[in-house]
């Protein structure tokens, strides 16, 4: 960081911290929930005769390129709206969601989450009187600036509308069988790290949607990592760190430099990197995966990916990267995680 970008740095830490920031943020929201949220992207449709004392309200998302994380994310900004005005949610991912400019297959939602409700299905909902669909691609507009979430750091309050909303529509049965099957517990002190390796992979590939990515903060470098892990363990903060990491090099450049007090949750992993290089192709990339139909092979990548987030919402605190899965595991976790400036946060490739 340059003088100027320290200085930049310092003053949105400060105004993020200050009182009258999260009393401004809390205020936001009210307003936010009681006036149509991107009123000019809703729509209402009537379908038939059905319900006709109902309202039902349709979380959708017809964006392709978006995390697992992040898409319930979204979902979440949606169902807390449609509670508060009194309407009936339900997601569809089936319908809206498009892959090569067509309709998914299956209900993508239902294979990692619950229904916000199963009081009434699809099929009912779509011969209704009375239906409202949310934003075509999920995200709420209004929701933008430093009010985004990836600025606003999550407090106890923010914490406990999510956490809710997790409660709500969170994992579905066979994801959280998955996890009660191959969960690990942590030991007291522990300081989760999830390592995100695929941005350095961007920036030395050459590849525009990691390098040039505008507003995406930049997740650091390994000589990072190591410099941020040593400095909490010498404060004696913390006797562990748990790393949750996109890559398989990374990981074991860090258990390599930590031995036995770096833990992780043992699971496939991308390789960004070949002995400190980039990669070049997919398969060099995904050399770990087994020999799965796709479809299989993404079943099983995001159940571990789950499991490893569950674990991570088990830290005592999180390093700050403002990654999807990172806010996950503080919303997953009944307790309230704070989390652990860095120098690097913030710092955006322009």
């Not at 993020?16 to 205020?27: A, L």
Request: with cysteine; proline share 5%.
């Amino acid at each position: 960081m340059n003088l100027f970008q320290d200085k930049a740095h310092q003053l949105k830490v400060k105004i993020r911290d200050s009182r009258f920031y999260r009393n401004s943020i809390q205020s936001y929201y009210q307003i936010l929930l009681k006036n149509r949220l991107h009123s000019d992207e809703l729509k209402t449709e009537s379908f038939g005769p059905a319900n006709p004392d109902k309202t039902f309200f349709v979380i959708r998302s017809c964006y392709p390129a978006q995390g697992t994380f992040e898409r319930w994310m979204e979902a979440a900004y949606n169902l807390i709206y449609a509670n508060y005005h009194g309407y009936i949610p339900i997601v569809d991912l089936k319908n809206f969601q498009y892959i090569d400019g067509k309709n998914a297959e299956e209900d993508l939602w239902g294979v990692y989450y619950k229904q916000p409700q199963y009081d009434y299905t699809l099929e009912e909902i779509y011969n209704s009187q009375n239906v409202i669909f949310g934003n075509r691609h999920g995200a709420l507009s209004n929701v933008i600036g430093i009010f985004n979430p990836m600025f606003v750091e999550m407090d106890e309050w923010m914490h406990s509308m999510f956490h809710e909303c997790f409660e709500i529509m969170g994992f579905n049965d066979e994801i959280c069988e998955y996890i009660k099957a191959n969960t690990i517990e942590l030991p007291p002190k522990t300081i989760g790290i999830p390592l995100r390796r695929s941005f350095e992979w961007g920036n030395e590939a050459g590849v525009p949607l990691y390098s040039e990515y505008f507003g995406h903060h930049t997740r650091g470098f390994m000589d990072d990592y190591i410099r941020w892990i040593n400095k909490e363990f010498d404060k004696g903060n913390y006797d562990y760190c748990y790393v949750t990491s996109d890559d398989r090099e990374g990981l074991d450049i860090l258990r390599g430099e930590f031995g036995n007090r770096c833990l992780f949750f043992e699971r496939k992993r991308p390789h960004f990197f070949c002995e400190g290089k980039p990669t070049k192709t997919t398969e060099e990339r995904f050399v770990e995966f087994p020999d799965l139909p796709m479809k299989e092979k993404i079943r099983l990548l995001g159940k571990e990916y789950c499991t490893e987030t569950a674990i991570l919402a088990k830290c005592d605190s999180i390093m700050k990267i403002r990654c999807g899965q990172e806010i996950m595991a503080q919303i997953i976790s009944p307790k309230y995680i704070p989390l652990v400036d860095n120098d690097v946060y913030l710092k955006i490739y322009r």
